[in-house]
Protein backbone atom coordinates (compact mmCIF):
# COMPACT_ATOMS: atom_id res chain seq x y z
CA UNK A 1 0.00 0.00 0.00
CA UNK A 2 1.26 3.51 -0.49
CA UNK A 3 1.92 5.80 1.80
CA UNK A 4 0.32 9.06 2.36
CA UNK A 5 3.42 11.30 0.35
CA UNK A 6 2.86 8.95 -2.92
CA UNK A 7 -0.54 9.55 -2.88
CA UNK A 8 0.01 13.05 -2.43
CA UNK A 9 2.09 13.31 -5.28
CA UNK A 10 -0.45 11.67 -7.65
CA UNK A 11 -2.58 14.11 -6.31
CA UNK A 12 -0.78 16.78 -7.71
CA UNK A 13 0.06 15.06 -11.11
CA UNK A 14 -3.96 14.90 -11.39
CA UNK A 15 -4.25 18.75 -10.89
CA UNK A 16 -1.29 19.10 -13.40
CA UNK A 17 -2.70 17.33 -16.11
CA UNK A 18 -5.86 18.74 -16.04
CA UNK A 19 -4.52 22.36 -16.16
CA UNK A 20 -5.68 23.32 -19.59
CA UNK A 21 -4.02 26.25 -20.91
CA UNK A 22 -7.06 29.41 -20.59
CA UNK A 23 -8.45 29.65 -24.27
CA UNK A 24 -10.37 33.08 -25.08
CA UNK A 25 -14.11 33.38 -25.99
CA UNK A 26 -14.52 31.77 -30.02
CA UNK A 27 -17.17 33.77 -32.23
CA UNK A 28 -19.96 35.76 -30.93
CA UNK A 29 -23.41 33.73 -30.06
CA UNK A 30 -26.14 34.51 -33.18
CA UNK A 31 -29.22 36.95 -31.82
CA UNK A 32 -32.37 35.57 -32.23
CA UNK A 33 -31.36 33.19 -34.76
CA UNK A 34 -34.31 30.47 -34.37
CA UNK A 35 -36.92 33.14 -35.36
CA UNK A 36 -39.34 31.63 -33.14
CA UNK A 37 -41.47 34.72 -32.94
CA UNK A 38 -40.14 37.47 -35.39
CA UNK A 39 -36.37 38.51 -36.73
CA UNK A 40 -35.65 41.30 -33.86
CA UNK A 41 -31.88 42.18 -34.83
CA UNK A 42 -32.06 41.65 -38.39
CA UNK A 43 -32.17 44.33 -40.85
CA UNK A 44 -32.75 44.25 -44.91
CA UNK A 45 -34.65 42.36 -46.94
CA UNK A 46 -36.52 40.41 -44.03
CA UNK A 47 -40.24 39.31 -42.74
CA UNK A 48 -41.11 37.15 -40.45
CA UNK A 49 -42.99 34.69 -41.62
CA UNK A 50 -44.59 31.80 -38.78
CA UNK A 51 -46.01 29.55 -40.94
CA UNK A 52 -42.58 27.99 -41.96
CA UNK A 53 -39.74 26.64 -39.65
CA UNK A 54 -39.02 23.85 -36.80
CA UNK A 55 -40.58 25.01 -34.88
CA UNK A 56 -42.72 27.79 -36.65
CA UNK A 57 -41.19 30.78 -37.37
CA UNK A 58 -38.62 31.69 -40.13
CA UNK A 59 -36.91 35.00 -41.19
CA UNK A 60 -38.55 35.12 -45.12
CA UNK A 61 -35.59 37.45 -47.18
CA UNK A 62 -37.17 38.31 -50.53
CA UNK A 63 -38.78 38.62 -52.33
CA UNK A 64 -35.29 40.42 -54.33
CA UNK A 65 -36.46 41.16 -57.71
CA UNK A 66 -33.79 41.36 -60.67
CA UNK A 67 -34.05 43.50 -63.49
CA UNK A 68 -31.28 42.92 -66.13
CA UNK A 69 -28.36 41.88 -63.82
CA UNK A 70 -28.16 39.52 -61.25
CA UNK A 71 -29.12 41.23 -57.40
CA UNK A 72 -28.41 40.42 -53.90
CA UNK A 73 -30.43 40.87 -51.06
CA UNK A 74 -29.35 40.62 -47.71
CA UNK A 75 -30.87 40.01 -44.15
CA UNK A 76 -28.29 40.98 -41.99
CA UNK A 77 -27.53 40.35 -38.33
CA UNK A 78 -26.82 43.36 -35.05
CA UNK A 79 -23.62 44.31 -35.00
CA UNK A 80 -21.23 41.40 -33.46
CA UNK A 81 -17.92 42.23 -31.70
CA UNK A 82 -15.23 39.51 -32.68
CA UNK A 83 -11.35 38.69 -31.88
CA UNK A 84 -8.74 37.85 -34.63
CA UNK A 85 -7.96 33.94 -34.53
CA UNK A 86 -11.59 33.34 -32.82
CA UNK A 87 -12.76 30.28 -34.81
CA UNK A 88 -16.38 28.79 -35.01
CA UNK A 89 -18.50 26.89 -37.05
CA UNK A 90 -21.74 28.79 -38.95
CA UNK A 91 -24.34 26.97 -39.57
CA UNK A 92 -28.41 26.88 -40.98
CA UNK A 93 -31.42 25.85 -42.75
CA UNK A 94 -32.78 27.26 -45.66
CA UNK A 95 -35.75 26.69 -47.63
CA UNK A 96 -36.74 27.72 -50.99
CA UNK A 97 -40.32 27.77 -51.66
CA UNK A 98 -41.88 25.79 -54.21
CA UNK A 99 -42.37 27.75 -57.49
CA UNK A 100 -39.27 29.67 -56.90
CA UNK A 101 -36.90 30.43 -60.13
CA UNK A 102 -33.90 27.69 -60.54
CA UNK A 103 -31.42 30.19 -61.15
CA UNK A 104 -32.33 31.96 -57.98
CA UNK A 105 -29.49 31.10 -55.29
CA UNK A 106 -28.60 31.57 -51.65
CA UNK A 107 -25.27 32.09 -49.16
CA UNK A 108 -24.56 32.30 -45.94
CA UNK A 109 -22.17 33.62 -44.06
CA UNK A 110 -20.05 36.84 -41.80
CA UNK A 111 -19.70 40.11 -43.30
CA UNK A 112 -16.51 41.10 -41.08
CA UNK A 113 -15.63 44.68 -40.57
CA UNK A 114 -12.46 46.40 -39.38
CA UNK A 115 -14.09 49.02 -37.17
CA UNK A 116 -15.99 48.19 -33.86
CA UNK A 117 -19.15 49.69 -35.03
CA UNK A 118 -19.85 47.72 -38.52
CA UNK A 119 -19.09 50.05 -40.51
CA UNK A 120 -16.21 49.84 -42.33
CA UNK A 121 -16.44 46.41 -44.76
CA UNK A 122 -13.31 43.87 -44.58
CA UNK A 123 -13.98 41.04 -45.79
CA UNK A 124 -16.36 38.07 -46.40
CA UNK A 125 -15.69 34.42 -44.50
CA UNK A 126 -16.09 31.27 -45.83
CA UNK A 127 -19.50 30.86 -47.18
CA UNK A 128 -21.92 28.42 -47.60
CA UNK A 129 -24.60 28.15 -50.79
CA UNK A 130 -27.33 27.02 -52.11
CA UNK A 131 -29.33 27.07 -55.38
CA UNK A 132 -32.77 27.46 -56.19
CA UNK A 133 -33.20 23.97 -57.68
CA UNK A 134 -33.81 21.91 -54.42
CA UNK A 135 -37.43 23.64 -53.34
CA UNK A 136 -39.99 22.66 -50.72
CA UNK A 137 -37.63 21.16 -48.23
CA UNK A 138 -35.28 22.41 -44.94
CA UNK A 139 -31.79 22.19 -46.09
CA UNK A 140 -28.86 22.20 -43.81
CA UNK A 141 -25.71 24.78 -44.54
CA UNK A 142 -22.74 24.86 -42.83
CA UNK A 143 -19.75 27.06 -43.59
CA UNK A 144 -17.21 24.73 -42.09
CA UNK A 145 -14.25 26.19 -39.70
CA UNK A 146 -14.07 29.81 -39.85
CA UNK A 147 -11.05 32.10 -38.60
CA UNK A 148 -11.90 35.98 -38.15
CA UNK A 149 -9.25 37.77 -39.94
CA UNK A 150 -6.59 39.73 -38.96
CA UNK A 151 -8.03 43.50 -38.63
CA UNK A 152 -11.21 42.57 -37.98
CA UNK A 153 -13.33 44.14 -34.47
CA UNK A 154 -16.94 43.45 -35.49
CA UNK A 155 -19.12 41.32 -38.03
CA UNK A 156 -22.61 40.53 -38.97
CA UNK A 157 -24.38 37.32 -40.10
CA UNK A 158 -25.65 37.39 -43.55
CA UNK A 159 -28.32 35.44 -44.82
CA UNK A 160 -28.45 36.17 -48.69
CA UNK A 161 -30.69 35.68 -51.48
CA UNK A 162 -29.45 36.09 -55.38
CA UNK A 163 -32.26 36.63 -57.89
CA UNK A 164 -30.93 35.68 -61.76
CA UNK A 165 -31.67 38.69 -64.17
CA UNK A 166 -35.49 39.17 -64.83
CA UNK A 167 -36.76 37.26 -62.15
CA UNK A 168 -37.46 37.39 -58.21
CA UNK A 169 -36.68 35.40 -55.78
CA UNK A 170 -37.49 34.63 -52.29
CA UNK A 171 -35.19 32.08 -49.50
CA UNK A 172 -36.54 31.25 -45.81
CA UNK A 173 -33.95 30.69 -43.64
CA UNK A 174 -34.13 28.89 -39.57
CA UNK A 175 -31.98 28.06 -37.06
CA UNK A 176 -28.72 30.22 -37.40
CA UNK A 177 -25.82 28.91 -35.07
CA UNK A 178 -22.38 30.14 -34.69
CA UNK A 179 -20.50 26.68 -33.29
CA UNK A 180 -17.54 27.23 -30.77
CA UNK A 181 -14.26 25.48 -32.21
CA UNK A 182 -12.41 25.69 -29.02
CA UNK A 183 -8.93 24.60 -28.63
CA UNK A 184 -8.27 21.20 -27.38
CA UNK A 185 -6.97 21.64 -23.53
CA UNK A 186 -3.00 21.50 -23.41
CA UNK A 187 -0.70 22.00 -21.13
CA UNK A 188 1.60 25.43 -22.03
CA UNK A 189 5.68 24.30 -21.71
CA UNK A 190 5.91 25.41 -18.09
CA UNK A 191 3.29 22.83 -16.96
CA UNK A 192 4.68 20.17 -19.07
CA UNK A 193 7.85 20.80 -17.17
CA UNK A 194 6.26 20.76 -13.90
CA UNK A 195 4.60 17.73 -14.94
CA UNK A 196 7.83 15.98 -15.99
CA UNK A 197 9.22 16.87 -12.60
CA UNK A 198 5.85 16.04 -10.27
CA UNK A 199 6.28 12.45 -11.98
CA UNK A 200 9.35 12.42 -11.28
CA UNK A 201 9.18 12.74 -7.33
CA UNK A 202 5.81 10.73 -7.16
CA UNK A 203 7.68 7.99 -9.24
CA UNK A 204 10.25 7.96 -6.75
CA UNK A 205 8.10 8.01 -3.45
CA UNK A 206 6.08 5.45 -4.92
CA UNK A 207 9.53 3.62 -5.11
CA UNK A 208 10.08 4.46 -1.57
CA UNK A 209 6.39 3.20 -0.15
CA UNK A 210 7.12 -0.21 -2.37
CA UNK A 211 10.16 -1.00 -0.68
CA UNK A 212 9.44 0.25 3.02
Known amino acids: MCNHRSN ?3 AVVVVVVCAPVAARANCPAVPNGTFDTNITGWTNFGVWDGTLGDPPGSDQVGPVTAGGLTTYGDALSTCLPVTPGDRCNLTAEAYVPVGQPTSG ?4 GYIYFSDAGCSTPLSLSATADLTGTTQGTWLPLSTGPLTVPPGASSAKVALNVGAAPNTSMTINWDNVVSADLSPVP ?27
Open 105 to 108: SGQL
Open 186 to 212: MLDPRGLLLLAAVLAVAGALVLRGVRA
Open 8 to 10: FAL
